[in-house]
């Protein structure tokens, strides 16, 4: 069974950029579709983006054109990269096994917790 840990967040300005990432254990995630989810509180969770098994990827509407997601196979290591943040972008990021076509997570880390000021 995968292992995840995050890693990454903090406290940036808006308009920062951060770089998270999600180091996987006891699988290799070069064979999983990985995806991003967020959380603040007292909303719901959120897709974030995906990057499948193929290479392909995807963002969700609300992030596109500000975050990439990647993978690096020699590392066993997901990221995100987040640029032009907003202060509605603050939310607890975790990375998790994404289930399609439903994009849901499964196995997911404890996550990083991510803040953005005004």
């Known amino acids: 069974q995968v292992q995840l840990v995050e890693s990454g967040g903090g406290l940036v300005q808006a308009g920062g950029s951060l770089r998270l990432s999600c180091a996987a254990s006891g699988q290799t995630v070069s064979t999983l579709n990985m995806g991003w989810f967020r959380q603040a509180p007292g909303k719901e969770r959120e897709f974030v983006a995906a990057v499948y098994w193929t290479g392909g990827t995807y963002v969700a509407d609300s992030v596109k054109g500000r975050f990439t997601v990647s993978r690096d196979n020699a590392r066993n290591t997901i990221f995100l990269q987040m640029n032009s943040l907003r202060p509605e972008d603050s939310a607890l990021y975790y990375c998790?096994?994404?289930?399609?076509?439903?994009?849901?997570?499964?196995?997911r880390g404890p996550g990083t917790q991510v803040t953005v000021s005004s």
């Open positions: 998790a096994i994404v289930i399609l076509p439903t994009r849901q997570g499964t196995s």
